[in-house]
T-cell receptor
Framework: RKEVEQDPGPFNVPEGATVAFNCTYSNSASQSFFWYRQDCRKEPKLLMS???SGNEDGRFTAQLNRASQYISLLIRDSKLSDSATYLC?????????FGAGTILRVKS | EAGVAQSPRYKIIEKRQSVAFWCNPI?????LYWYQQILGQGPKLLIQ????????DSQLPKDRFSAERLKGVDSTLKIQPAKLEDSAVYLC????????????FGSGTRLTVV
């Protein structure tokens, strides 16, 4: 079983749509959680941290369910510029373990 | 604040040749990581340094890959001899100890082995 599993997509959505990505992780001792965004041929960049209480940053909302070992990312009012790969990331013993990513394509 | 610097950006070599990549982390970041990202996959950790000591190199193919971080700042990653399956982007990242806020990645070195 992979340590961090994501649906690879691609998710093809129209502008203005709401889209949700899910992720599961295998290590119940994982300490912290993140979503990274990676544009084509670029390095991953931190999008947001994920907290147990849930957190929101503009159009982006992240949720963590420790009991189910499940992380989600919700993007509201999708923009063309949101097109990218979204990587679910788990901090295990002070190193980050990455999922394979979910591809999002937003179309006009 | 200057970011993580990597060079070269691109490298094409023939199989069985050797290659080296260089990384300069963000100033003050004690922890440095080398990741390998194969097309269509997420980054996979190769080696983690804290200052100039190795913390985790369990996924480093030690028969052909080596890395060092002399003086606890810059780092080099070497592959010798290269194989076709080593074609990937090699990403260097740095963080504060424990990575409480995630990492900052460099722009990577895209290696093609032909």
């Amino acid at each position: 079983r992979k340590e961090v599993e994501q649906d690879p997509g691609p998710f093809n959505v129209p502008e203005g749509a709401t889209v949700a990505f899910n992720c599961t992780y295998s290590n119940s001792a994982s300490q912290s959680f993140f979503w990274y965004r990676q544009d084509c041929r670029k390095e991953p960049k931190l999008l947001m941290s994920v907290y147990s209480s849930g957190n929101e940053d503009g159009r982006f909302t992240a949720q963590l369910n420790r009991a189910s070992q499940y992380i989600s990312l919700l993007i509201r009012d999708s923009k063309l510029s949101d097109s990218a790969t979204y990587l679910c990331v788990v901090n295990e013993a002070h190193k980050l373990v990455f999922g394979a990513g979910t591809i999002l394509r937003v179309k006009s | 604040e200057a970011g993580v610097a990597q060079s070269p950006r691109y490298k094409i070599i023939e199989k069985r040749q050797s290659v080296a990549f260089w990384c300069n982390p963000i100033s003050g970041h004690a922890t440095l990581y080398w990741y390998q990202q194969i097309l269509g996959q997420g980054p996979k950790l190769l080696i983690q340094f804290q200052n100039n000591g190795v913390v985790d190199d369990s996924q480093l193919p030690k028969d052909r890959f080596s890395a060092e971080r002399l003086k606890g700042v810059d780092s080099t990653l070497k592959i010798q001899p290269a194989k076709l399956e080593d074609s990937a982007v090699y990403l260097c990242a740095s963080s504060l100890v424990g990575a409480p806020d995630g990492y900052t990645f460099g722009s990577g070195t895209r290696l093609t082995v032909v």
